[in-house]
């Protein structure tokens, strides 16, 4: 295996991470404060959905970015009224908001372009371009450095780059300002925080908002950069890939990176079966190879990968003492 053809398995994992990623911190934000989520794959969905939808329409992507934020948004604020406000099973919520997804993407795909459930292919202004940065053809002919700049740095459309910089954001919100230091004590001790004079319902309603933000914009890259179109379940179990790596990077957004670049780099390997066989001698199957990141979110599931404890009130409504 040749220098070049790593980097272009590398480059294939960045992108097959970043819906995980962007997913990832989404639940990381909503369960760090004591609120479960399970719909992130719901979110996901109804956000790839509604940007291809609007940029098919409109011929502008980033009105499409914005109209899928906009869905992941109302299904964050459904599965806040629901856990929040009316107390109810945060679970069952978030799994009535996959299936509402799941169902009402491919009516409305059908009902407005006739096309199967699908949305008409983007092209030109209707999805996001790769960005080729500054010097990377310069660059690309210095030894080992040029190249990893050129071909893996370099290339990507910009949600992949706003999908990295959320990572130490992330860090810096969470543990270093006032904001993330309440945010987590809500989803460890929320009577303390109240007993403080701090808003508990207002808090969790806003790391439910960001948790709709992050998922929009995981949508809007799976139809808008990843591929040119809207397809019935593209989301593929992404959001419950994403829960699992937030198990296996028990809650901490550098984790989360590790984790999901791990799962990117399997989803790769099933584009490139050949690797394998020429790496370890033995002939693979692609279809073993595709199941990979669902075996191993079996496997970090079933608790065989650490333990992870996860925030002590979560999944639990607050009831406010009189």
Same mark, same amino acid.
């Given at each position: 295996?040749?220098?070049?053809?790593?980097?272009?398995?590398?480059?294939?994992?960045? @992108?097959?991470?970043?819906?995980?990623?962007?997913?990832?911190?989404?639940?990381?934000?909503?369960?760090?404060?004591?609120?479960?989520?399970?719909?992130?794959?719901?979110?996901?969905?109804?956000?790839?959905?509604?940007?291809?939808?609007?940029?098919?329409?409109?011929?502008?992507?980033?009105?499409?970015?914005?109209?899928?934020?906009?869905?992941?948004? %109302?299904?964050?604020?459904?599965?806040?009224?629901?856990?929040? /406000?009316?107390?109810?099973?945060?679970?069952?919520?978030?799994?009535?908001?996959?299936?509402?997804?799941? &169902?009402?993407?491919?009516?409305?795909?059908?009902?407005?372009?006739?096309?199967?459930? @699908?949305?008409?292919?983007?092209?030109?202004?209707?999805?996001?371009?790769?960005?080729?940065?500054?010097?990377?053809?310069?660059?690309?002919?210095?030894?080992?450095?040029?190249?990893?700049?050129?071909?893996?740095?370099?290339?990507?459309?910009?949600?992949?780059?706003?999908?990295?910089?959320? %990572?130490?954001?992330?860090?810096?919100?969470?543990?270093?300002?006032?904001?993330?230091? @309440?945010?987590?004590?809500?989803?460890?001790?929320?009577?303390?925080?109240?007993?403080?004079?701090?808003?508990?319902? &207002?808090?969790?309603?806003?790391? $439910?908002?960001?948790?709709?933000?992050?998922?929009?914009?995981?949508?809007?890259?799976?139809?808008?950069?990843?591929?040119?179109?809207?397809?019935?379940?593209?989301?593929?179990?992404?959001?419950?890939?994403?829960?699992?790596?937030?198990?296996?990077?028990?809650?901490?957004?550098?984790?989360?990176?590790?984790?999901?670049?791990?799962?990117?780099?399997?989803?790769?390997?099933?584009?490139?079966?050949?690797?394998?066989? /020429?790496?370890?001698?033995?002939?693979?199957?692609?279809?073993?190879?595709?199941?990979?990141?669902?075996?191993?979110?079996?496997?970090?599931?079933?608790?065989? $990968?650490?333990?992870?404890?996860?925030?002590?009130?979560?999944?639990?409504?607050?009831?406010?003492? @009189?």
């Amino acid at each position: 295996m040749d220098f070049l053809t790593l980097l272009q398995v590398f480059d294939s994992s960045v @992108r097959l991470a970043v819906p995980l990623l962007l997913a990832c911190l989404a639940g990381l934000f909503s369960e760090r404060a004591g609120i479960f989520d399970i719909g992130l794959e719901g979110k996901m969905l109804a956000a790839a959905f509604m940007s291809a939808a609007i940029a098919a329409i409109t011929g502008n992507v980033w009105i499409g970015l914005l109209a899928g934020i906009g869905a992941s948004m %109302v299904l964050s604020v459904v599965h806040g009224l629901a856990s929040i /406000t009316f107390r109810g099973n945060q679970l069952i919520s978030g799994v009535a908001i996959n299936f509402l997804a799941a &169902g009402l993407t491919v009516l409305i795909a059908q009902a407005w372009f006739k096309q199967g459930g @699908r949305t008409p292919s983007l092209i030109g202004g209707g999805r996001f371009e790769p960005i080729t940065l500054p010097f990377a053809e310069t660059l690309s002919g210095v030894p080992v450095f040029g190249p990893i700049y050129a071909e893996l740095i370099s290339g990507h459309s910009i949600l992949v780059y706003v999908a990295f910089a959320a %990572v130490p954001f992330t860090w810096w919100l969470l543990f270093r300002t006032r904001f993330g230091l @309440r945010l987590r004590a809500v989803g460890e001790n929320p009577a303390a925080v109240d007993t403080a004079g701090v808003s508990v319902v &207002g808090l969790r309603y806003a790391a $439910v908002a960001i948790c709709g933000i992050l998922c929009g914009i995981a949508g809007a890259y799976l139809s808008t950069a990843l591929q040119a179109g809207f397809v019935k379940d593209m989301s593929a179990g992404r959001g419950f890939i994403a829960l699992a790596a937030l198990i296996f990077a028990k809650w901490r957004p550098w984790y989360a990176l590790y984790a999901t670049l791990l799962f990117g780099l399997f989803q790769a390997l099933e584009l490139r079966p050949d690797l394998i066989e /020429t790496v370890i001698g033995i002939k693979v199957q692609g279809q073993l190879l595709g199941a990979l990141p669902y075996i191993m979110t079996v496997v970090i599931l079933a608790g065989f $990968v650490g333990k992870a404890i996860p925030p002590r009130a979560g999944g639990e409504p607050y009831v406010k003492e @009189r």
